[in-house]
Nanobody, 116 residues
Framework: QVRLVESGGGLVQAGGSLRLSCFAP??????IGWFRQAPGKEREFVAS????????GSADTVKGRFTHSREYAKNTVYLQMNSPEPADTAVYYC???????????WGQGTQVTVST
């Protein structure tokens, strides 16, 4: 079942900014992870955040550029993408971990395209 909904994707120029949202009602006590899958490539981890809003890590390729945060009142997590690069072009997904150590629920993804 799709219980998380990503939004905010689109076309952005390299060096610009974009904020992705993950609407995740019912997952306030769950860790949320961001993943992406570029055309012809396997899905890769981007960043994750704990149920308390702590950053549990991010991929080296996005460190210093992407920021992960939560807004509990809106049941939403965000991925702020600053200075995106063409290599960041991918479908971005958010997922929830129900304290099992696995990503149990996934969103449908939102396309991010970074132009030069």
């Amino acid at each position: 079942q799709v219980r998380l909904v990503e939004s905010g994707g689109g076309l952005v120029q390299a060096g610009g900014s974009l904020r992705l949202s993950c609407f995740a009602p019912g997952f306030s006590n769950s860790a949320i992870g961001w993943f992406r899958q570029a055309p012809g490539k396997e899905r890769e981890f981007v960043a994750s955040i704990t149920k308390n809003g702590g950053n549990t890590g991010s991929a080296d390729t996005v460190k210093g550029r992407f920021t992960h945060s939560r807004e509990y009142a809106k049941n939403t997590v965000y991925l702020q993408m600053n200075s995106p690069e063409p290599a960041d072009t991918a479908v971005y997904y958010c997922a929830a971990d129900l304290s099992t150590g696995e990503w149990d629920y996934w969103g449908q993804g939102t396309q991010v395209t970074v132009s030069t």
